[in-house]
């Protein structure tokens, strides 16, 4: 959901092109399905399109390619930042929800999205408004950001 949620948001900020949006998961669970079904119906209600999204798992080499690294939870940030090759990739990784201007300053475990899958479908609703909200702030610090650069070639 994250994924899609982001690039939307990133879209009408107008940075299409410009910040390239990618997700995986720490784990092998689920490689190459597509994602749960509630959750695309979530994006679908908010007019978003999830069906092309399928699950694959990061891959420590992808430091080198990306200039920021978003967790959803916890445990997930510890993981990522343990495959972090160094000290300045570790640094690039980050809670989602650290960019929603309302949960500043919060400690890690206060910036999860609570993980949906287990429970009832009110829980991709409400991940989906955590979501929303941080990719809102994550467009916003990317375009001040970016603003006065060019969009590069390559």
């Known amino acids: 959901m994250a994924e899609v949620a982001v690039r939307a948001e990133l879209d009408r900020a107008g940075l299409s092109g410009r910040v390239e949006v990618d997700s995986a998961g720490t784990g092998d669970w689920h490689l190459g399905h597509g994602m749960d079904e509630r959750a ?65 300053g919060r400690d890690a475990r206060d910036l999860e999205v609570p993980d949906p899958y287990y429970g009832a479908d009110e829980g991709f609703a409400e991940a989906l408004d955590l979501i929303e909200s941080a990719a809102r702030g994550l467009a916003a610090q990317l375009s001040h950001l970016l603003t006065d650069q060019p969009a590069s070639s390559g």
Not at 68 to 87: E, F, G
Request: glycine share 8%; no cysteine.
């Open 40 to 104: 695309q119906a979530e994006l679908a209600r908010r007019g978003y399109d999830g069906s092309g999204h399928r699950a694959r798992q990061f891959d420590r080499s992808w430091f080198g390619r990306y200039d920021l690294v978003l967790a959803m939870d916890a445990s997930n940030l510890k993981r990522l930042r343990q495959l972090a090759p160094d000290a300045d990739a570790a640094g690039r990784t980050a809670m989602l929800l650290s960019f929603d201007p309302d949960l500043a």
